[in-house]
């Protein structure tokens, strides 16, 4: 029986411990790039690619998540009134009619892995995606995690999405083995670890947030015990995983900014600047005169 991937996990309950002081009493989830914050682009990649639950596995001082995706009935009150219909849209477009949003507390932060399984009772067996915010991915045709479904409905076998980094920047990373080739996008996943140093990483192929996981996934990670960093590591649990079913990694087609990472963001912000609408033109004259 073929499925199709309908549910998608992000998991928002970190500190955002590298950008403080912001996130002391904000989400990083919450963090604008340019006028949109960050979950917004991780959900509207979802959308893209046909998700239509969006699981957030939450926990303390997240409520501006859940105020996001909630319907704001004074303010619509207010822009309708006043006839403000561009705003209007701007505010109802964030969550779609036939979207549905989830919320699922972690009460401790255990790591990646604990997140994810926190949306066992959502997820069940079925296959599902994985999308981290911090890792903002850009394609102006195709945005990535539609790419990896049409690869997992093609092959129905999880998919992750990678790339190539620096030898140097393999501690950052789950960093896979290759198995067998299957095009110069895709190949199989031998083995997968967390964050190697770069002299025992077994090659410069980096997971990046995104993620198609089978349900099978969510019993694995109900036994894996803490590993890097002491937590519950996602990536103990696909190296698991790998060793009983298929699993595919996927060379993504576009450009990833790390906005976990105070560089990365001012960049993304740069970027998706010079891209916007209305903001690029004007944005691309101040920078080319200072
Ligand atoms: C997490 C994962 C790691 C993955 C990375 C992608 O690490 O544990 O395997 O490569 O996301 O961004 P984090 O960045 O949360 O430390």
């Known amino acids: 029986m073929t499925e199709t991937i309908n549910i998608a996990v992000f998991p928002v309950a970190g500190f955002g411990t590298r950008f403080l002081p912001v996130t002391k009493a904000s ?3 919450m963090l604008p790039v340019v006028d949109k914050p960050l979950i917004q682009y991780a959900v509207e990649e979802a959308y893209a690619a046909g998700i ?3 699981v957030f596995v939450t926990g303390r001082n997240k409520w501006s998540i859940t105020e996001h995706y909630d319907v704001a009935y004074e303010l619509e009150n207010e822009l309708e009134q006043r006839g403000k219909d561009e705003f209007l849209k701007i505010v109802r477009e964030i969550k779609p009619g036939d979207m549905q949003v989830v919320y699922i507390r972690q009460e ?16 069940r067996d079925r296959p599902f995606a994985v999308l981290l915010a911090d890792d ?3 394609n102006d045709g195709k945005p990535v995690m539609q790419q990896m479904v049409e690869v997992y ?11 190539e980094v620096p030898q140097e920047h393999t501690k950052r990373y789950g960093i896979i083995t290759e198995g067998a080739r299957i095009n110069e996008q895709v190949c199989t996943v031998e083995a997968i670890v ?3 140093d770069p002299a025992d990483a077994p090659s410069r192929e980096a997971v990046i947030g ?10 694995i990670l109900a036994d894996t015990k803490p590993g890097a960093g002491g937590e519950i590591q996602l990536t103990d649990a696909i190296e698991a995983l790998v060793k009983e079913k298929t699993l595919l990694a996927y060379r993504y087609e576009g ?3 790390d906005c976990g990472d105070k560089l990365g963001y001012l960049q993304a912000n740069v970027e998706m600047g010079l891209r916007h609408p209305e903001l690029g033109e004007g944005f691309a004259e101040y920078l080319a005169q200072r």
């Open 255 to 257: 450009t990833r900014y």
């Open 108 to 123: 401790l932060a255990l790591g990646l892995g604990h997140a994810v399984l926190c949306a066992r009772p959502i997820v």
């Open 153 to 163: 409905n093609k092959h129905q076998q999880g998919v992750l999405g990678v790339q």
């Open 52 to 54: 239509r639950t969006m």
């Open 194 to 196: 967390e964050k190697p």
């Open 27 to 29: 989400p990083k989830e």
């Open 210 to 219: 995104r993620y198609i996981l089978p349900g099978q996934i969510m019993g």
């Open 136 to 138: 903002l991915l850009y």
